[in-house]
T-cell receptor, first 111, second 113 residues
Framework: DAKTTQPPSMDCAEGRAANLPCNHSTISGNEYVYWYRQIHSQGPQYIIHGLKNNETNEMASLIITEDRKSSTLILPHATLRDTAVYYCIVRVLGNFNKFYFGSGTKLNVKP | DAGVTQSPTHLIKTRGQHVTLRCSPISGHKSVSWYQQVLGQGPQFIFQYYEKEERGRGNFPDRFSARQFPNYSSELNVNALLLGDSALYLC????????????FGPGTRLLVL
């Protein structure tokens, strides 16, 4: 599976958009980009995933560059409850599906 | 609908002991994966089971074993506990189809003294 690079931490003001970057320059054509977040040592929570098109759901938007070497997770209106560690993961579809987690980005949403 | 459940929530053991952790997947899900998360790091893959068969194993010693039952629940067993086994153990379930999303439980916090 391709490796990902994320900044260790980011700050965001409450109510503003949080843009979390992820580099995955060695991604292959059959690898999906997944985002999870983990709040205070709870289990990771699924946010969104995509292959090459931009995706949006009720939680966030995922923007994948045309060359697929990087992506950005956007939380449109960050709240204090969005403070968490955000993991960007690329996953190849194989005979089983396992995730390789990196260290993630600690997002601090401040009032 | 109930999500993934894990038991116990917390556990304290001493070195050399054995521990069994349990996981119940989301109803209808046939695949269970186990992860270990040491403090300050991301989760590390241990095992995946599908239809009661091991489908994948991470880089963990043979002291770690698991199994899946006919009702798709699963147990993770760790023998001869070491201090370094202290971690949050996470279970994730999915329906087993290729490309499906994994959903995580709250985890079991294991402390080895």
């Amino acid at each position: 599976d391709a490796k990902t690079t994320q900044p260790p931490s980011m700050d965001c003001a409450e109510g503003r958009a949080a843009n979390l970057p992820c580099n995955h320059s060695t991604i292959s054509g059959n690898e999906y980009v997944y985002w999870y977040r983990q709040i205070h040592s709870q289990g990771p929570q699924y946010i969104i995933h995509g292959l090459k098109n931009n995706e949006t759901n009720e939680m966030a938007s995922l923007i994948i560059t045309e060359d697929r070497k990087s992506s950005t997770l956007i939380l449109p209106h960050a709240t204090l409850r969005d403070t968490a560690v955000y993991y960007c993961i690329v996953r190849v579809l194989g005979n089983f599906n396992k995730f390789y987690f990196g260290s993630g980005t600690k997002l601090n949403v401040k009032p | 609908d109930a999500g993934v459940t894990q038991s116990p929530t917390h556990l304290i053991k001493t070195r050399g002991q054995h521990v069994t952790l349990r996981c119940s997947p989301i109803s209808g899900h046939k695949s269970v994966s186990w992860y270990q998360q040491v403090l300050g790091q991301g989760p590390q893959f241990i095992f995946q089971y599908y239809e009661k068969e091991e489908r994948g194993r991470g880089n963990f010693p043979d002291r770690f074993s698991a199994r899946q039952f006919p009702n798709y629940s699963s147990e993770l067993n760790v023998n001869a506990l070491l201090l370094g086994d202290s971690a949050l153990y996470l279970c994730a379930s999915s329906d087993g189809r290729e490309g499906e999303t994994q959903y995580f439980g709250p985890g079991t916090r294991l402390l080895v003294l």
